[in-house]
């Protein structure tokens, strides 16, 4: 057993521990009787989701502050405002959205007419990652609730405040009959893993990507994998540097780096990277009121283990800003590092912290070269005026996102697919993508009995049939 909010605890001082093995079929028993199915219902969930992030907006700040010192107007603009945008995107177009969609047939069969709707998958799972725990929890759950799915939200462990405040919040706002909560980590997911769902949208690390999918395999459940990566950003000597230096600044550290569409490391030739450090840096000072560490606009790392880690990864590099650190708070200022090898420790995994490794490359055909010899990452940025390039760049390699001249930002396109391809992962979302995602494209064709047509292609086949 373990702490939830599951079934039909509406009031929180009801909550009581309930056995993961129960709530499914709660959740199942509410599908199938058609709790989810209205658009009216759908709509309703997405009012009083949008309604608890507006009235508890205070809370959520609060909470994301503990968890990971987020200034609350950076929490309004990166996690809250982002949820909000996809609720009204979704809520000024899904009646259009879940409208059969008509296809031509063939001569063959007609007259028959062919259409495509939208169904409700059935009961899902939204596993979210700790780095933007509101965004990444809920804008799923847009989806998920827009295509009249019941749904388990999983925060995670590692944002405690988020998600302890989510699981009391969830229930109070959302129909509790057909949307539940349950907090834990390893132990309780494992569990929840076990269980049948009809899809699972998980979003996070690569390893447990592999053992979320692995689970689903043994029920054939369908899966959304939202990985990361290292997502590189290009500068070439066609652009104004200062302008350059302010985007990637605010696109690396952002949430103290811990963004898993921010810029990992920068490609560009010795001369660019020599002419750009100084408007770096000087941008740097410019974000952070001149000092990061008492600035609060400045994040702080999520816990012991990744301050560890990436303090780790300063060893033996140059430091050309930044490079200190604070243990006991787990802030680690925004670091430079230049001449970085491409086969430095740093370059070996997702840094996901603020740190910015500069490689040199010799051009461009060395920088689609070190992008083609990595993972295919989530996003790839470039800054070039360029159009050859730009061009190049676009055909020449593979990535989940292309921002030219803004890192991070094509998240909150609700229109754009977001996803991943390769080790970034697979399947997409936001606005249109996530309703489709949540639901079966279900193919339908009606023919009329007279005149009957068939009679062309029923056997015997004594004379030849043509025309079919
Ligand atoms: P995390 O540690 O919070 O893990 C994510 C979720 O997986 C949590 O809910 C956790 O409880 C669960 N989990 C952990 N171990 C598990 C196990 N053995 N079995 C089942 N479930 C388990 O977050 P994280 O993985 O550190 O997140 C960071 C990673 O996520 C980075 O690689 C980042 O790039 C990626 N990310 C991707 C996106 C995206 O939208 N594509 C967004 C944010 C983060």
């Known amino acids: 057993t373990l702490e939830s909010t599951a079934g039909s605890a509406t009031d929180p001082a009801d909550r009581a521990a309930v056995p993961v093995a129960a709530i499914v079929p709660a959740l199942r028993s509410a599908f199938d009787r058609g709790v989810t199915r209205s658009l009216r219902w759908r709509t309703e969930q997405l009012t009083a989701l949008k309604r608890m992030l507006v009235e508890r907006s205070a809370e959520l700040e609060d909470a994301l502050f503990l968890d990971l010192g987020k200034n609350p107007a950076e929490s309004q603009l990166t996690e809250i405002g982002i949820v909000l945008a996809e609720i ?253 090898a491409r086969d430095a420790p740093v370059m070996q995994q997702e840094i996901f912290g603020p740190i910015l490794p500069m490689v040199q490359v010799s051009g461009l055909d060395e920088a689609i070269e070190v992008i083609r010899a990595g993972d295919k990452p989530l996003a790839l940025y470039a800054f070039t005026n360029s159009k050859t390039a730009a061009r190049r760049i676009l055909t020449e390699t593979s990535s989940g996102a292309v921002g030219f001249g803004i890192p991070a930002a094509h998240l909150s396109v609700s229109g754009l697919p977001f996803g991943g391809v390769g080790e970034s992962g697979m399947g997409r979302y936001h606005g249109r993508r996530s309703v489709e995602t949540f639901s079966h494209e279900k193919a339908v064709l009606r023919k009329p009995l007279t005149p009957d047509t068939m009679k062309l292609v029923y056997p015997p086949f004594t004379e030849r049939k043509d025309g079919f």
């Not at 689903?216 to 230096?245: I, M, N, Q, R």
């Not at 609060?296 to 033996?316: C, K, M, P, Q, W």
Request: include cysteine; proline fraction near 7%.
């Open 88 to 340: 009204d995107h979704t809520l000024a177009h899904l009646h259009r959205w879940l409208r059969p969609r008509r296809v031509a047939v063939p001569l063959a069969i007609a007259p028959a007419s062919a259409s495509t709707l939208l169904e409700p998958l059935g009961v899902v799972l939204v596993i979210a990652p700790w780095n933007y725990p509101v965004q990444l929890l809920l804008a799923p759950v847009v989806g998920a609730l827009a295509a009249g799915n019941a749904v388990l939200l999983k925060p995670s462990e590692l944002a405690p405040a988020i998600s302890a405040l989510l699981a009391a919040l969830v229930p109070e706002y959302l129909d509790p009959r057909a949307v539940a909560v349950v907090e834990g980590g390893v132990t309780e997911t494992t569990e929840l893993l076990a269980e049948r769902f009809d899809h699972i949208f998980y979003t996070g690390n690569g390893t447990v990507g592999r053992i979320v999918m692995s689970a689903a395999a043994k029920h054939l459940t369908p899966v959304t994998l939202e990985l990361g990566g290292k997502s590189p950003v290009y500068v070439d000597d066609t652009v104004d540097l200062a302008a350059t230096a302010r985007r990637i600044v605010w696109g690396k550290f952002l949430n103290a780096g811990q963004t898993c569409v921010a810029p990992d490391y920068l490609l560009a030739t010795a001369g660019v990277s020599a002419a750009l450090t100084p408007h770096l840096i000087e941008a740097i000072g410019e974000l952070y009121d001149g000092d990061p560490r008492s600035s609060s606009s400045y994040g702080r790392i999520v816990n012991d283990h990744h301050f560890a880690r990436l303090t780790g990864l300063l060893e033996g590099e140059r430091v050309l800003a930044g490079g200190r650190s604070d243990e006991r708070t787990r802030y680690v200022a925004p670091t430079l590092l230049g001449g970085v």
